[in-house]
């Protein structure tokens, strides 16, 4: 059995290694190179973001949890634990996935910044990105996987057993009209001394989240719908800097590494599908929006299971 997968971000990469693992031979083909993928420019926490109430997502946001937690005890250098801490200006009940983590609490008032009222502590982990996708992309040809940068139109151009993890990308090779570019902008800087996570989407002046990972931190961020530009924008950079900085001061003095910026793959929902065409067999695994670390490995398994199926 031999398998083409279409896309070199962490859903391609996850979903090649876990092929070539067992015992499946595969390429990749890509239209970067690894280390230019979106999936570098993640910020690279598992969190629910904007996740549907949805129980087959629920299981692969578990699962995917569990896997992401073994891999911080194996591999400290790539993912660690982390405390995250979430907050409200007014009170909101428990989300859906609260009883996924191994610690999930009300915050003390203390714990909140000036101007929220609500928010809760919950255990998660930080995947420092482009180490992360380096060692998928090592692991992945270790286990006898070859990597080929090659433009892809169509899947309607191969034939055989296909994976499409094309992210984005699916909008044209898959004819997926439903997929669309959700941008983000995220400035790294040199971590001043944080140990856990902030998120604070509500903030009203805009998606506010701080990632402490090794040497550096994520401040964030921007969600802009259909939009397709990847230049980074100087007065958006500073509106993060602004904003992180009111919910953390100490990285307003940290030291600006660069800003990094990435198209999200939206779609209403993700698709994880099977669909045998006259010539070929396609395993659909794409449209995972802000959610590709969060959902990958389970994502990955159930594409697997589909495809030997």
Partial sequence: MD?????????????????????????????RPVAGTTSNAAGGIWYPYNAPDDPEVEGWMRDTLLELTVLADDQPDLVRRCETRQYFYESVADPYWSTMPDLFRLADPSELPAGRTHGWVFSSVIIDTPRYIEWLRQR?????????????????????????CAGLGANQIASDPSVYPIRGQV??????????????????????????????????????????????????????LRRCSEVEPRVAG???????????????????EREDRLDATVVHNYGHAGNG???SWATARHAVRLLQA
């Fill in 293 to 295: 670390f969060s959902t």
């Fill in 3 to 31: 398998v083409t997968v279409v896309g070199a971000g962490v859903i391609g990469l996850t979903t090649g290694v876990l092929l070539q693992e067992a015992g499946i031979s595969t390429r990749i083909l890509t239209d």
């Fill in 187 to 240: 400035i790294r800087i040199a971590n001043p001394g944080l140990q856990f996570a902030t998120l604070d989407d509500e903030n009203p002046a805009g998606l506010t989240y701080i990632l402490p990972r090794f040497d550096d931190c994520i401040l964030g961020g921007s969600s802009d719908v259909d939009d397709w530009n990847l230049e980074s924008d100087a007065e958006l950079t500073k509106a993060i």
């Fill in 254 to 272: 940290a030291q600006l590494l660069d800003v990094r910026v990435g198209l999200r793959p939206g779609r209403p929902s993700i698709r994880v």
């Fill in 140 to 164: 992945y040809e270790r286990a006898g996987g070859g990597i080929q940068q090659q433009e892809i139109s169509s899947l309607d151009d191969l034939d055989g057993l296909i994976m499409n």
